[in-house]
Each structure stands twice: as structure tokens, then as C-alpha cells.
């Protein structure tokens, strides 16, 4: 369990690194964009700049910027905080470097121009600073008025969609967990089966969208009697009662290894037996 989640820490880290850098090659493409991110602030120290990068399938195409939380919600976007001194200096010098090696990949232009920040003249360094501190000033004198303006209901609402965009996060995340642990599948339905049997038997036609095609076939469904429907439910029982052993003796061994978040929580403690009941004594009469 901490193995599991210190990687997923690092694998954090590392996305967090990999979004920012795309989003300062994305404003190496448009000069006019004032210099300002919503990431939080990163300086590499020399480990950093000896660490290998995983950022090799960054693209040097601009990327597309997602909406802000504010934005999905129907706000008008927050003020972004700046760009820190180090992401100021990768902006400046990443298109020389590529100048100059025009075949140049992504991952090592991140690479080079990490060590390059370590040995940077202290002069460029303050001057970068400066300009930091500036825009930032004006970075808290901006979100200080747009606080101002948002109302409880819509703090409400960005709450509200962080927590779900988190719980969505988690979700994909234990997903993946229980993929590439093993969990046995469950068997399809007697319906499903029955939408796949059609798909053979009677294959949609070139001119008929999948839409109609499956709107057809479901009502073909309700039309079938209980004994024609039995023979897919005959095969999903059969499937259902393996997948039922399957499915205890994999919780079993997800117990023992310590993996309790993929166990369904009403098998982690086993009902308690009925008590057994008191002989009543007979009244005599």
C-alpha cells in the first residue's frame, strides 16, 4: 500500500512537471501571451537536472488549454499565477537551443536546459526574479479583486466540482489497480448476450446508424418469450456462479497481500453467526 502510493506521488510530481513544461512551449509560439500559469512554483536544484525526465512524448505543436474550473462552472477564468524564474529562463533560451539543433527532442532540450539553470549568471537569475515578483504582485492584486466578486453559491460550485473531478481521479485510479491486479470480469447479461448474438445474425445495415440498429434490437428483446430468453439466461447463470469462487478467492488473496481497497467493503468483515435462541420453559397450567 505506501509502495503503491508513493508511486503514485511521484507519478503526480512528474505529470505536474510534464503540464507545465508543454505549457511554456506553448507560449514559446505566441510571444504576445503575458507571461503567467496556474502551476505552483518549481526551481530544479542540481539532483533535478541530473534526474531523467519523463517527458518524452512532449510535442513541440502548441497544446490547447483546458477550461478552468471557473470556466466550466460558467465563471469567467480566474488570474493565473506567473511563470517562477526557472520557466522564465527555459521560455527564453529553449528557442535558441533549438536553433542551433534544429533535431533537438523535447526530452533532451528539458534536460540541457536544466543543467543550463544551474550554472546560469547570477545576474540573468535576479533579473528573472524581478520580473517574477512583479508580475506577481499584480498576480495578487488581480485574484484579490476577482475573490471579491464571486459569490457564496458560486464557491459552492467550484468546491463542489473540484471534489467531484478528485473523486473521478480516484475512481480511474482503482480501476486501473484492479485491472492490472487480476480481478475476474463479471459475465455480460442474458441481454448483452442477446445484443451480441444480433450483431452476427442480423449485422447492422450500411444505411441504418448503430442508434436505430440497437433501439431495434432492444425492442426485438421485449418481444421474445420467457423460454426463448432462458437460453441467455441459462449461460449467465452458469458464468455468474465460476465468477462468484473466482471473485471470493481473488478478495481472499487481495486480503492477504494487504491490497483492502479493491475488496468490496461488505467482505472485509465477516457477518457476525446468529446467536442460538433459548429453549422457552413450558408453563405449567
Request: proline share 7%.
Amino acid at each position: 500500500m505506501i509502495y503503491t502510493t508513493t508511486l503514485l506521488s511521484r507519478g503526480s510530481i512528474i505529470g505536474s512537471l510534464i503540464n507545465k513544461v508543454r505549457q511554456v512551449v506553448a507560449k514559446t509560439h505566441d510571444s504576445s501571451a503575458h507571461p503567467i500559469e496556474i502551476e505552483k512554483q518549481f526551481t530544479p536544484t542540481t539532483s533535478c537536472a541530473n534526474r531523467p525526465l519523463a517527458v518524452a512524448n512532449l510535442s513541440n505543436s502548441p497544446v490547447q488549454q483546458s477550461k478552468t474550473l471557473e470556466e466550466q462552472v460558467g465563471l469567467p477564468p480566474r488570474p493565473k499565477k506567473p511563470l517562477t524564474p526557472y520557466f522564465r529562463f527555459m521560455r527564453e533560451m529553449r528557442p535558441k537551443l533549438i536553433a542551433t539543433n534544429p533535431s533537438i527532442t523535447t526530452i533532451e532540450v528539458v534536460r540541457q536546459l536544466a543543467k543550463s539553470w544551474v550554472d546560469a549568471d547570477t545576474k540573468l537569475k535576479e533579473r528573472l526574479q524581478v520580473e517574477f515578483k512583479k508580475d506577481q504582485q499584480v498576480y495578487i492584486e488581480q485574484r484579490t479583486k476577482y475573490d471579491a466578486t464571486l459569490t457564496d453559491e458560486q464557491r459552492a460550485g467550484i468546491k463542489q466540482l473540484k471534489q467531484d473531478i478528485v473523486e473521478a481521479k480516484e475512481r480511474r485510479q482503482l480501476r486501473k489497480r484492479v485491472k492490472e491486479l487480476g480481478r475476474p470480469k463479471k459475465p455480460a447479461s442474458a441481454f448483452l448476450r442477446f445484443i451480441v448474438s444480433e450483431r452476427v445474425n442480423t449485422p447492422q445495415p450500411p444505411q441504418q446508424t448503430y442508434r436505430e440498429w440497437h433501439q431495434k434490437t432492444t425492442a426485438k428483446w421485449s418481444r421474445l418469450s420467457d423460454a426463448e430468453k432462458a437460453v441467455y439466461l441459462q449461460d449467465t447463470r452458469k458464468e455468474l456462479e465460476l465468477y462468484k469462487k473466482a471473485i471470493t478467492v481473488w478478495e481472499e488473496k487481495m486480503i492477504r497481500l494487504g491490497h483492502i481497497d479493491v475488496v468490496r467493503h461488505g467482505n472485509l468483515i465477516d457477518p457476525p453467526e446468529p446467536k442460538a435462541r433459548k429453549a422457552q420453559p413450558v408453563k405449567e397450567k
